[in-house]
């Protein structure tokens, strides 16, 4: 890259159900994010934004990132709404990151954003199929927990398993999320519980799913020269990769990963020249619990099958050998679409300038975050350090 991007601002809102309407939640996670700034800064220094959404629900806002302007107080800015799925965030990201390194911007705002809580429960069965075929898979009444039940099916199926890695998942994921005060679920559970939690979409449960939920989030993007003018410990992106498969699952070549996640890994270790033994934790894409078994091994993180056994040893917990979702991840945190992308970035930035709290990874120098859209048909993968 001919610029190298770094961030120095990142804000966030409580997720979950909420009453603000979606303009209140972006203002609050800019405003946050401004904020966070450790040196003076001027929001009219921005010269690109870009606003992470699906527009899910009742809002349905076209043209919607020329809010983001208003919310920045910038009348003018230019302004681009990203939207690919729940990988809108990691792709905005990657919009910004590359606006910075070819030098046609050098401050660069971009904010995620979904009120998914404002309406009826058959509007939002509608609007969680929109990211996946609509063609033929929805036609026949697939859902997203369906689709994902039937990677999990498989998955378990080809490596003869049963349920528990995935209760694991839950159980870690929730045991973070009880000390992130922006969660969703702020509470512990047990293996049991996850279990025995009621069936959605065989073999899922109950806590294999993430809640659908309220939130925006927004980080603050400068070119290196730039961010030292405004913080002494920028956070940087060392390196972005981004990819996409076929849309309809049934036209992929294989049920037990995702093709779009090991390229766009591939890209951004190759960019950022950095070995997988370097990364101190991982912000995985774990809508259900099966993604964050397919995250690691798609990455590169674990062996094919072996994800539920590294689970089960407890490597992915806060104090383990590689942490994944110190903040929850979507299954606590909750994932409110748009937001999901921008808010790993937030935990990142957080965890990289040790300021997570009683979250934080200890000694946590380098990150790499994961953001699926819809069922594997995209993704972005971006790999952190900090100096
Ligand atoms: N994990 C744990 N608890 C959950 C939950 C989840 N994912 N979703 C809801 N709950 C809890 C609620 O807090 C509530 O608890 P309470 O009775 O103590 O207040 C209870 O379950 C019922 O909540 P409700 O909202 O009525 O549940 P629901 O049956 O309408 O929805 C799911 C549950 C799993 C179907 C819904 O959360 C869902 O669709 N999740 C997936 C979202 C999705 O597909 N996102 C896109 C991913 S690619």
Redesign the pocket.
């Known amino acids: 890259m001919v610029h190298r991007a770094a961030i120095v601002g990142a804000g966030h809102t409580r997720f979950g159900v909420l009453p603000e309407g979606p303009r209140a939640l972006l203002g609050s996670a800019v405003r946050q994010a401004l904020g966070s700034v450790d040196r003076a800064f001027e929001p009219s220094a921005v010269d690109r934004s870009y606003l992470a959404s699906l527009g899910f629900g009742g809002w349905q806002i076209g043209n919607s990132s020329a809010l983001l302007a208003e919310e920045l107080g910038v009348p003018g800015l230019a302004c681009v709404r990203v939207e690919n ?2 990988a809108s965030g990691g792709f905005a990201l990657h919009e910004a990151v590359h606006a910075i390194a070819s030098g046609s911007a050098d401050l660069v705002l971009v904010a995620g954003l979904e009120k998914m809580t404002d309406v009826s ?1 058959a509007r ?1 069965r509608f609007w ?1 199929g929109v ?1 996946g075929d609509t063609e033929w898979e929805r036609q026949a009444g697939l859902t ?2 369906g689709v ?1 039940g039937l990677l999990a099916s498989a998955y378990l199926d080809r490596y003869r398993l049963g349920r528990e890695a995935l209760a694991e998942v839950a159980v870690k994921n929730h045991e973070n999320g009880a000390l992130n005060p922006n969660a969703h ?1 702020q509470k512990r559970i047990e293996r049991e519980q996850a279990l025995r939690s009621p069936r ?1 979409a065989d073999p899922l449960g ?2 294999d ?4 939920s309220d939130g925006a989030a927004a980080v603050l993007l400068a070119s290196t020269e730039t961010a030292k003018r405004y913080t002494d410990t920028p956070v940087y992106v060392d390196g972005i990769g981004a990819a996409s498969d076929r849309l309809a699952v049934q036209e992929r070549a294989e049920l037990t990963g995702f093709e779009a996640s090991r390229r766009a890994a591939e890209t951004a270790f190759r960019s950022a020249g950095a070995e997988r033994g370097s990364i101190s934790f991982l912000e995985v894409h774990d ?2 619990t099966i993604a964050e078994l397919l995250a690691l091994e798609d990455l590169g993180f674990a062996g094919r099958g072996e994800a539920g056994a590294l689970t089960l040893s407890g490597a992915t917990r806060r104090d383990g050998r590689i942490p994944v979702n110190p903040d929850g991840g979507l ?1 606590a945190k909750g ?1 409110p ?1 748009g937001a999901t992308g921008v808010s790993q970035a937030y935990e990142v930035f957080h965890q990289l300038r040790g300021s997570a709290g009683p979250r934080q990874v200890p000694g946590a120098r380098s990150a790499l975050t994961h953001n699926v859209g ?2 594997g048909a995209t993704c972005a993968v971006t790999i952190y350090s900090v100096g």
């Open positions: 799925a729940c429960n939002r969680l990211s997203f927990a994902y679920f959605v109950l806590y799913c993430c809640p659908v809508c259900f299954k994932h679409i819809g069922a």
